[in-house]
């Protein structure tokens, strides 16, 4: 019987996939997709191919400055910046297979409207409040200067490039009167302090809940949990406003119309996880089915980013939460969304470099997500980043080891795998083989493959997706070792045991199939059609032209219709014997090694750097 025939085990566990808001002041590189774009999309797809309910919500964060700064360049409108670049990066990821339920913006009225609810239930509550402060601003035009265009010593730790907002090095938050020798990165100008007024959000009231809530953390990796707990040592009031014409308003009367103050980007953009989910059920025809991942105690929320967003993650947003709810040294009441959950864990990557530097747009030292996709397979890049990906260290990417493993693994291991089984089904039977009495061999090997599903899927649900992957690849191994023991190519005197072997490879390429479903999406789907089976098995995510729900403008959104796969997480049988097999095709493309030297000679060029002519 077809694996379509045996329905998805719907649970009533909800999960929120919150995915890091890409920031559209130009298109992503691979580097970006390594800590939110893949470890999150692997994770959901699992999830969904366990029977729980899995909400993916992300979208392209479009306010601050570093947009109008591009505009600005460029002599065109932020909004013009910001609808170019979200076409780009909306194609890029659904062309990488992420499977998002929604994707969506931040220039959305759904997204102003929430992120002004959340300012203003936090203002009730107590926990924002006014201060006048010392703003810098350009001396040569008179117009602010962002935090995080302002550059200097770090006054902490010493390191010569902190921002004004944050130093990367420890960690700290920092404003940009606190800095040593600042000076603005547009040009180079020492800035000028003058006094402003803005609101603040108080970080210092959260101490206590965020102390025992992260207390409940035990489980999230170290690197992100020991971060978040040494914040908590030096919280102080972050500035919830900025002087800025782009971005969210302020819903205040005297600021609401207001050309210089916007909601800081940064808290808008964390609210995207809620507006963003808001806006999915709105569109879903039940405008409150989001609460069942926002509300419900039995529902879960997971959080993926880079290493260098885990403040805003583990810190600023659980405290915007707390606020809301009421849950702060102030106390307080819920919001009209009533209280929301905090994060069950916040997964963050570490970064991953390239041939030894940094990835950096403007030394272009940097491949763009659809500049290596017009190249290579989508999930060769999938694989390469859960298997040797940056999850718990700093990682390089060389193209000499993304074609070691391309080759070596991909294609010389499962590729090989599915194309010489079916090969030899379709030649001898042309069709799925009718088995035999199963030998000692057969069942240890099916015992390996559909046993797997238990060590794969814990590893994968506690997110150490580099040994996930690792160890579905050894059952691969272990199939293949099988396929080469009983060598069926010499049974042609015993045609019924050489369908037996047929038909017992034929399965264990089905079980690792599933296995490897959520790292292959793409794959995944071929090799269900090379072995007989019809329909959605890994669904893919698709790009939607829609309007803004409140004002009509338009855009492209991703979503999908993921609930219709057929892909489980457990061992189905085959098609039925008599199924046609048709000859396969490879499923995965064998490199030139001559690419490292293209890849490596294309990356020096002067001016394209691997870009191919990338913003």
């Keep these: 019987m077809d ?28 580097g970006h997709v390594s800590g939110f774009g893949v470890p999150s999309d692997v994770f959901s797809r699992f999830h969904r191919m366990s029977g729980d309910q899995v909400l993916m919500v992300s979208g392209t964060d479009e306010h601050g400055t570093p947009i109008t700064v591009a505009a600005d360049a460029e002599g065109i409108t932020p909004r013009q910046i910001a609808d170019r670049n979200n076409r780009v990066i909306v194609d890029d990821l659904a062309s990488l297979g992420l499977s998002y339920d929604l994707f969506t913006r931040t220039t959305t009225a759904n997204h102003r409207a929430v992120s002004q609810e959340i300012f203003l239930g936090l203002l009730k509550n107590g926990y924002v409040f006014p201060q006048t402060t010392l703003g810098a601003i350009s001396p040569s035009t008179g117009r602010t200067l962002p935090d995080r ?39 180079g100008e020492t800035p000028k302090f003058v006094e402003e007024e803005h609101y603040f959000l108080d970080l210092p009231a959260f101490t206590r809940a965020l102390g025992d809530w992260l207390g409940t953390r035990g489980s999230w990796r170290p690197n992100v949990l020991n971060f978040s707990v040494n914040l908590l040592e030096d919280l102080k009031p972050r500035s919830y406003t900025r002087d800025i014409d782009w971005g969210v308003p302020v819903p205040l009367d005297g600021w609401r119309d ?12 964390v609210v995207g996880y809620l507006s963003a989910s808001i806006e999915w059920a709105r569109r879903s025809g039940d405008p409150e089915a989001w609460r069942q991942w ?9 959080y993926f980013m880079g290493k260098d967003n885990i403040v805003f993650h583990s810190e600023i947003w659980p405290a915007q939460l707390l606020g809301y709810n009421g849950e702060g040294d102030k106390g307080g009441t819920p919001g009209s969304y009533g209280r929301l959950n905090l994060p069950t864990e916040v997964v963050s990557s570490e ?26 397979d989508a999930d060769a890049l999938r694989y390469f980043i859960a298997v040797a990906g940056p999850e718990n260290q700093d990682t390089d990417f060389t193209w000499a080891e993304f074609l070691r493993r391309n080759n070596d693994e991909l294609v010389a291991g499962w590729g090989n795998l599915v194309n010489r089984s079916v090969s030899m089904a379709a030649k001898n039977v042309g069709a799925v083989p009718t088995p035999g009495e199963l030998t000692d061999a057969d069942r240890a090997l099916l015992a390996t493959t559909s046993g797997a599903f238990d060590a794969v899927g814990d590893l994968l649900s ?42 017992t490879a034929l399965q264990a390429i089905k079980d690792c199939n599933a296995l490897l479903t959520p790292f292959l999406p793409h794959s995944a789907q071929q090799v269900h059609e090379l072995l007989g089976g019809t329909g959605v098995w890994s669904a893919a995510p698709q790009v939607v032209e829609t309007e803004d729900l409140d004002d009509g403008s338009p855009y492209p959104i991703i979503t999908g219709a993921y609930d219709q796969a057929q892909a489980v997480w457990a061992s189905t049988p085959l098609p039925p014997p008599g199924t046609p097999l048709a000859p396969p095709k490879p499923v995965f493309t064998k490199l030139d090694p001559s690419i490292v030297e293209e890849e490596l000679a294309r990356l020096e060029e002067k001016g394209t750097s691997g870009t191919d002519g990338g913003a």
């Design 258 to 269: 207001r050309p210089d103050k916007r909601i800081y980007v940064w808290f808008d953009a």
């Design 351 to 376: 970064f991953l470099t390239m041939e030894g530097r940094k990835f950096s747009s403007s030394r272009n030292v940097v491949i763009y997500v659809r500049d290596f996709l017009s190249r290579y």
């Design 149 to 187: 265009y302002i550059e200097g010593t770090c006054p902490i730790c010493g390191y010569d490039g902190a921002r004004g907002d944050q130093c990367d090095n420890c960690g700290n938050q920092l404003d940009p009167i606190d800095l040593v020798n600042p000076v603005s990165r547009i040009n």
């Design 3 to 30: 694996a379509g025939h045996y329905p998805q085990a719907v649970t009533d566990r909800h999960i929120l996939t919150a995915v890091a808001w890409p920031y559209a002041n130009g298109p992503r590189h691979i």
């Design 294 to 302: 926002w509300q419900a105690p039995d529902s879960d929320a997971y």
């Design 462 to 503: 506690r997110n150490r997706q580099k040994a996930a992957a690792t160890e579905a690849m050894r059952v691969v191994g272990e199939a293949n070792k099988y396929l080469s023991d009983q060598a069926p190519w010499k049974l042609k005197e015993d045609p019924d045991r050489r369908d037996t072997v047929l038909h």
